[in-house]
């Protein structure tokens, strides 16, 4: 450094901006001044750096969509948890509702146990329990057991004649299936007609 009038020597001024003011493109700096990096090394820099981002990139959704689908997953499974809780309490609750039935039946439901059993009744209604089974309907061994059979010339297809006990679902699952007395169409085989066989 050249020194001054005053024997001080003169400041050295060093931009080290990142981003040259009078261009706006980003500077090369080389390490202490000395000769500026080529430019090929920052296009392979880019490079590597752009490979790099992908993969991170990939990551993440990988990471991401496997979060999602577990969030699915155990969203689902509380669903099912809550509807096999539900229905475990219904089940359970089943023959208190036979109960109500036969005093129903038997003209033994008045006064305040009248009230408690339809208050019941409206609150496992609310949870999704439905009763199903009536007499005439089709015999279907899907949602009816057969207690008894026997023939009758009064139905064109296997029916249930009577019903011994309601059936109960909740939504499509069934509780417990309707007991029926069924009838086939036809007449009652003789006594002939067994000995023959």
Do not use: C, W
């Not at 901006?17 to 001044?33: F, L, S």
């Not at 439905?130 to 059979?149: C, R, S, W, Y």
């Amino acid at each position: 450094m050249p020194p001054r009038d005053n024997g001080h020597e003169e400041p050295v001024i060093r931009d080290n901006r990142k981003i040259d003011p009078e261009t706006g493109e980003a500077r090369v700096q080389g390490d202490g001044g000395g000769p500026a990096v080529a430019p090929e090394a920052p296009a392979q820099a880019d490079g590597e750096l752009s490979a790099q981002l992908a993969e991170r990139t990939a990551d993440l959704q990988r990471v991401q969509a496997e979060y999602t689908n577990y969030r699915r997953r155990v969203e689902r499974d509380r669903v099912v948890v809550r509807e096999q809780a539900i229905a475990g309490a219904l089940t359970e609750l089943l023959p208190v509702l036979d109960d109500i039935g036969r005093a129903r039946d038997h003209g033994e439901l008045t006064g305040g146990f009248a009230k408690v059993a339809e208050s019941l009744e409206a609150a496992l209604t609310k949870l999704g329990l439905n009763t199903f089974g009536q007499k005439g309907d089709p015999f279907d061994p899907v949602i009816h057991e057969a207690l008894m059979h026997s023939y009758s010339p009064d139905v064109t297809e296997p029916t249930a004649i009577e019903v011994l006990q309601s059936g109960y679902r909740m939504g499509e699952r069934v509780l417990r299936p309707a007991r029926v007395a069924v009838a086939e169409p036809g007449d009652a085989p003789s006594a002939s007609d067994e000995d023959d066989n």
